[in-house]
């Protein structure tokens, strides 16, 4: 149920205008990523030659595009990264040195071990190695980050080539809500009392916000008060005001014909536990002490 209200309560802060502050895929914790991506989907395939050409990175490729938390056990999820790299050198395979694996801003991830064939590279990293590196952070939907492998020959001939990776949190019930601080996924609403990365708050505390609510880092207040749902803007979940409403005496659910019906309060009645949203209707979560 929880979980369910939760999505119902991001919906409708969403629809209030909260968004705005998730138009950032990035955040100053991690200023080089970029790109979301939402789906440990198969990787992509580059390539790259030495500037003589005596040196070739034949094809560069990963197998997923995407990687999220180690502590999201979904099985549609992938939380490491296979990078396979195909080289040859004018000078036979005897001569290539070997080979690294880099980000954008040039730090090192792994080095590439030889595959079981002559000429084939492997280095494989997960979601915590890449973080330790170089911290994970980024607000919803997602991120990214562009690595490169960097191979040498003996001669000082150099090679490289790029893949993007992408990186998400998320649920079930929430596929791309999420935030990650410094490798830590975070529902944005679950961290009222850290809200953001580099300096949390405790929105709970915050005087000026009647009951504080943590959304895409920063503390959003949500008054006590009444207010109106656009059923079709909002999640197909049973509805349930507690979570918006908070620690109050009284909750009161209504449903509407319309959401102009709703803001003038006209033809509401009050709905059943576990009633779920429709599309096209209005509905009200009305607390009071």
Request: hydrophobic share 30%; with cysteine; glycine share 12%.
């Amino acid at each position: 149920m929880y979980e369910k209200l939760r999505g119902t309560l991001a919906m409708a802060l969403i629809v209030a205008g909260c968004s705005s502050s998730s138009a950032s895929p990035t955040s100053s914790g991690d200023a080089h990523d970029g790109g979301p991506g939402t789906a440990a989907d198969s990787g992509g395939e580059s390539g790259g030659t030495s500037t003589d050409g005596a040196l070739e990175i034949v094809s560069f490729t990963n197998d997923v595009q995407a990687i999220t938390d180690p502590s999201d056990g979904r099985s549609a999820v992938a939380h490491e990264v296979t990078f396979i790299a195909i080289v040859t050198a004018r000078g036979g395979i005897d001569t290539i040195a070997g080979g690294q694996l880099l980000d954008d801003q040039g730090k090192t991830y792994a080095a590439f071990g030889t595959g079981a064939q002559k000429g084939t590279y492997t280095a494989s990293v997960d979601w915590s190695q890449i973080n330790r590196v170089s911290p994970i952070t980024f607000r919803a939907p997602g991120a990214g980050r562009t690595f490169s492998a960097k191979f040498f020959d003996n001669d000082g001939r150099e090679a490289t080539a790029p893949l993007h990776v992408s990186f998400f949190c998320g649920s079930d019930t929430h596929s791309d809500a999420w935030n990650a601080c410094r490798g830590t996924c975070q529902y944005p609403l679950d961290a009222r009392t850290a809200c953001g990365c580099d300096t949390p708050t405790d929105c709970t505390t915050n005087p000026s916000k009647s009951y504080g609510y943590c959304w895409n880092g920063t503390c959003r207040g949500v008054p006590l008060n009444t207010r109106c749902f656009d059923g079709g803007k909002a999640l197909p979940d049973i509805i349930n005001c507690e979570e918006y409403c908070g620690p109050v005496d009284h909750i009161y659910e209504m449903e509407f014909a319309s959401l102009a019906d709703c803001l003038t309060a006209a033809g509401g009645v009050g709905l059943k536990q576990d009633a779920k949203f429709q599309a096209g209707k209005g509905y009200t979560c009305s607390c009071a002490h």
